[in-house]
Nanobody, 121 residues
């Protein structure tokens, strides 16, 4: 599976962004899709995941602010980010895995290249 994440950018605190992750290659619907983020010097942090069944999962950090969704016809998963905070500044990655997880990136077999999100105060 090849993944391409895009949609990052610069936004003011309190604003919104929608990230997209387009998949190609193997059957998109066979994989759980997760969103992670990483800042320099820190481990990759799990944010959200949407399973094969469509069930969604969120970390406590983003629950209520972020929403994950998918369009199987377009083989694309989205991360709608609202009420953004400066501490949300990071490189955001999408990943594909057999099982949904927001606790560890280890189960993810495929990753997109990352897209930078910068939230100004």
């Amino acid at each position: 599976v090849q993944l391409q994440a895009y949609g990052g950018g610069l936004v003011q605190a309190g604003g919104s962004l929608r990230l997209s992750c387009a998949a190609s290659g193997r059957t998109f619907s066979n994989y759980a899709m997760g969103w992670f983020r990483q800042v320099p010097g820190k481990e990759r942090e799990g944010l959200s995941c949407i399973g094969v069944s469509g069930a969604t999962h969120y970390s406590d950090t983003v629950k209520g602010r972020f929403a994950v969704s998918e369009d199987n016809a377009k083989s694309t998963v989205y991360l709608q980010m609202n009420s953004l905070k400066p501490e949300d500044t990071a490189v955001y990655y999408c990943g594909a895995a057999l099982f949904c997880s927001t606790t560890s990136p280890e189960g993810y077999d495929y990753w997109g290249q990352g897209t930078q999100v910068t939230v100004s105060s």
